[in-house]
């Protein structure tokens, strides 16, 4: 069984600036584990972390339906690493996600909580862009945002968007039109997991 993790991470946002002393920080990991082997998704999980340096803004609560009272119950930046290392083999599973953002965030927050990477180092060899895999597949110029290349794969939007268990199923479902079109880069797959 060859497993990849597919990532979506929300994280606090405003409409315009941060306030003064506040930083974007990640409030839900969604993650959506895909067999690769069997095409398919074999289950979705999503994980609560409450930010220690900003605030759910109504902006953001409008976006992902995420409230301060639900991130406030959630698990420190840490203890969410150590779960995706532990329970989803983070270290050694390839991972995906839609655009650079994700990885990114987690180098940051990693970085300034002091936290270790919990994908392996260095930060790029396990991630694969499926944005940029997707806008080569179907020879977009642009690439586009989640939503928009279902619509183009001919996929249904399931559940609510910018909730990050929903867009990591959603976009398990983009690899996994790759993985038939045989757009999906085999490095991305490599790591065998049992």
Request: aromatic letters at 8%; one cysteine or more.
């Amino acid at each position: 069984m060859r497993l990849l993790n597919v990532i979506d991470v929300e994280a606090t946002c405003w409409d315009g600036q941060p306030p003064p002393g506040s930083v974007s920080e990640i409030i839900e990991i969604g993650l959506t584990v895909v067999d690769v082997s069997a095409r398919r998704r074999v289950s979705r999980h999503r994980v609560l972390v409450r930010p220690v340096r900003s605030a759910v803004s109504g902006f953001c609560t409008e976006l992902t339906g995420l409230t301060q009272a639900e991130v406030d119950r959630g698990v420190t930046f840490a203890e969410a690493c150590r779960l995706l290392v532990e329970e989803f083999e983070a270290g050694e599973r390839p991972w995906a996600s839609w655009g650079e953002y994700d990885r990114r965030q987690f180098a940051r927050q990693s970085r300034a909580d002091g936290v270790a990477y919990p994908f392996g180092h260095p930060t790029e060899r396990t991630h694969t862009n499926a944005k940029a895999v997707f806008t080569a597949a179907y020879g977009l110029r642009k690439k586009p945002g989640m939503h928009q290349a279902l619509q183009i794969a001919g996929l249904p939007l399931e559940g609510r968007h910018h909730r990050g268990e929903d867009d990591a199923w959603n976009i398990a479902a983009l690899v996994l039109d790759l993985l038939d079109r045989g757009a999906w880069p085999i490095t991305a797959t490599v790591t065998w997991s049992g």
